[in-house]
């Protein structure tokens, strides 16, 4: 397709850690789970959420949740987990003051007891709905 081969352009001109480069590339790890081709968008997604931090920390974000949820739902689990965690820590302040966003903080956490769910760790499951819950009942 012409946005793969934008991608394979771009990596030959800017390299791989370029935004530009990752822009394509996210844009194309969304064309392909549009498509269904989901092991294939888990794996551009990857790669474009994984140099996160060559862009805004709003894009990091949107990458990590995107990243996460392919991966989940391909069974790449502990890479989820590993998005989802990268994701609490951005959302969530030290020092127990509220999250800016709790409600976005409360659906990473569901979603965390999600993927536990699925990988039969349903102690931390409860944990992270747990989590959940509360974020959502403080917000009221």
Not at 36 to 59: K, N, P
Not at 93 to 119: K, N, R, V
């Amino acid at each position: 397709t012409l946005l793969e081969e934008s991608r394979e352009l771009k990596r030959a001109q800017l390299g791989p850690r370029h935004p530009d480069y990752l822009g394509t590339v996210y844009n194309l790890a969304d064309v392909y789970d549009r498509l269904g081709r989901d092991l294939e968008a888990a794996e551009l997604a990857c790669e474009a959420a994984d140099a996160g931090d060559v862009v805004s920390a709003d894009e990091r974000i949107r990458r990590w949740r995107k990243a996460a949820h392919l991966c989940r739902l391909t069974g790449r689990y502990r890479e989820a987990e590993t998005y989802l965690k990268k994701l609490v820590s951005v959302l969530e302040p030290e020092g127990g003051a509220a999250p800016a966003d709790a409600q976005a903080l409360a659906d990473t956490y569901d979603a965390l007891g999600s993927l536990y769910g699925e990988m039969d760790n349903l102690a931390m499951a409860e944990q992270m709905f747990e989590r959940a819950a509360d974020l959502l009942r403080s917000a009221k």
